[in-house]
């Protein structure tokens, strides 16, 4: 019974009568999963390493999201050069895409992680790439990070071509009519309108690039998943794990509230520009409602 | 090559996929002149525009452009030289909606021509003012009406100095009582001697402001003459048929 109730006699008779038995013999199944002491022992020990984890979540997180959002941007564009003579470039670009769009995130990991140190031990690049510590930083950190990149960055270049393909192609046309180079129309006119299109959906790609962070444990790095795996073969309590997944919440639903809140806010204004003597047919909204080719 | 021409077609000819859309276009304009083309839809008018400022290559045929060849064969000069020298105006106007009207107007000579941000939008300003648009100066392109981001368009087409202005049916979009205000603009604009390509269906304005009339059909030129000539005594068939529908209106 909760302690709480315990001091006030009235409340106790009806507590045992109705429920009482029925919570207290669910006790096990509570405490498997939500035990304070667990938390608390040892001076909040195991809170402040999930804490600490999290803390190693969230560097992942950022700065994977950021290079893959980078990078993404480049492989986006490197997609829509234009001409026969770049066609090459397009084809590596959409190879590129396919290929990591298509292999689990783990296995990249793993082939980066147990590669780039063997290549280094023999001589065949460079030790500071092979065996990356920058910013000191440990070496699967950082293998997390080029994972990360390299298959989120896959990704977001498809989020990156739905927005650039809903932009009306008289944009380009027009820049191009008034003297811009193909790389001017694309900075100054494309882009620019197809990243506002595409920020929803590169929002939910960085709440699934945020959960798959948790991988990165698998090559021996300790982020949140791992220190509350750790805590439960250690006790045989789950606590730490449900207090790591009670952490991710209370940043993906806010960021999940705020990609609902962009893409209503598109659809008015989809909505306002369709009247007004205006032309120009609505901008494809098929970009703003969350199809972001990640996985699901 | 006819002699002090600003801009000469011959034999222009472009497909697309099986569509032979031009078939062989012969058209020689002067400096300050305004020709109006006329035709039905699907008469390549519009491609022939596209073709003209090389937004569409054309398959054959030569275009010449202040006695330089841009397009035919060998000694092209760069689609730079054509971009600079021929401004365009869309049936729908293509503002980029990032951006305000000052900004449309100025985004060009900036990045192209190397302006600096307050030469370019002073200059903008005074393009805007001479639209009638003084007041709209830092408004984005979804809180104007159609007649408005039109004359936005052209002043944006002119921010570049350009020799040639093309007009793509530029009042097709709009509301009826929003075209006077845009054809206004175009008649100070041939007054002050630009020379222009003007694709219209607006009769009243070929025969006021053109000093020639083209009228197209199925990919050729069947007709060209003065204003009177063409719309007021066709002599082929074609053109009478056309116009009978058009003037019946």
């Known amino acids: 019974m909760p302690e709480i109730l315990a001091e006030i006699p009235l409340l106790t008779d009806l507590w045992n009568s109705t429920i009482g038995s029925l919570w207290d013999s669910t006790d096990t199944f509570r405490t498997q999963y939500f035990d304070f002491n667990i938390l608390s022992d040892n001076d909040y020990e195991n809170a402040k390493g999930v804490l600490e984890g999290f803390r190693e979540t969230i560097k992942l997180s950022i700065i994977g999201g950021f290079l893959a959002l980078a990078w993404g941007l480049v492989l986006a564009v490197l997609r829509q050069l234009p001409g026969k003579a770049l066609a090459p ?37 460079p030790k500071d790439i092979g065996i990356p510590r920058w910013f000191g930083q440990p070496d699967p950190f950082w293998y997390g990070i080029i994972a990360l990149t390299v ?8 989020v990156y071509r739905a927005g650039i393909e809903a932009v009306p192609q008289g944009q380009m046309e027009a820049a191009r009519s ?5 790389r001017q129309a694309m900075s100054r006119v494309i882009l620019p309108q197809a990243v506002r299109k595409v920020i929803p959906p590169l929002l939910n790609d960085f709440i699934a690039l945020m959960k798959d962070t948790s991988l990165v444990s698998v090559i021996g790095f300790v ?12 006790t045989f309590n789950s606590t730490a794990l449900s207090f790591g997944a009670l952490l991710f919440l209370l940043v993906t639903i806010p960021l999940a509230r705020l990609v609902d809140r962009l893409i209503a806010r598109q659809q008015r204004r989809v909505g306002r520009s369709g009247g007004g003597g205006t032309a120009e047919p609505a901008p494809a909204g098929a970009a703003g409602t969350g199809q972001t080719g990640g996985p699901v | 090559m006819a002699g002090g021409a600003l801009l000469q077609l011959e034999g222009v000819e472009k497909s697309f996929g099986g569509l032979h859309v031009l078939r062989g276009i012969d058209l020689a304009i002067d400096k300050g002149e305004v020709v109006c083309v006329l035709g039905p839809s699907g008469s390549g008018k519009s491609t022939l525009l596209r073709c003209i400022n090389l937004l569409e290559p054309p398959d054959a045929g030569r275009i010449v452009l202040e006695g330089q060849q841009i397009s ?16 365009i105006v869309f049936q729908q106007f293509n503002l980029f909606p990032h951006r305000s009207a000052i900004e449309n107007v100025a985004l060009a000579p900036q990045t192209v021509l190397g302006r600096g941000e307050g030469e370019a939008r002073t200059k903008a300003a005074a393009l805007l003012n001479r639209v009638g648009l003084a007041d709209k100066l830092e408004e984005y392109p979804e809180r104007l009406s159609g007649g408005q981001q039109q004359r936005v368009a ?9 020799e040639v202005m093309l007009f793509d049916e530029v009042t097709s979009a709009l509301d009826p009582e929003l075209i006077k205000e845009v054809l206004d603009v175009m008649r100070e604009l041939a007054e002050e001697g630009m020379t222009m390509i003007v694709v219209t269906h607006e009769m009243g304005f070929a025969r006021e402001v053109g000093d020639r009339v083209v009228f197209m059909d199925e990919g050729v030129v069947v007709e060209e003459g003065t204003p009177k000539q063409v719309i007021d005594e066709p002599k082929h068939e074609r053109t009478k048929r056309f116009l009978g529908l058009v003037l019946e209106r």
């Open chain 2, 154 to 162: 052209i002043a944006r087409a002119l921010a570049m100095d350009p």
């Open chain 1, 178 to 182: 008034l003297g811009m180079s193909h």
């Open chain 1, 89 to 125: 470039v397009r084809g590596l670009t959409i190879a590129y895409i396919d290929a990591f769009r298509g292999i689990p995130l783990l296995l990249v990991l793993l082939l980066v992680s147990g590669s780039l140190g063997a290549l280094a031990a023999e001589d065949v690049i």
């Open chain 1, 151 to 158: 298959t989120y960055g896959a990704y977001m270049a498809e």
């Open chain 1, 223 to 234: 982020e949140v998943v791992q220190f509350g795996r750790d805590v439960q073969s250690e």
């Open chain 2, 72 to 87: 035919g064969g060998a000694g092209e000069v760069g689609i730079d030289f054509v971009r600079r020298r021929v401004g």
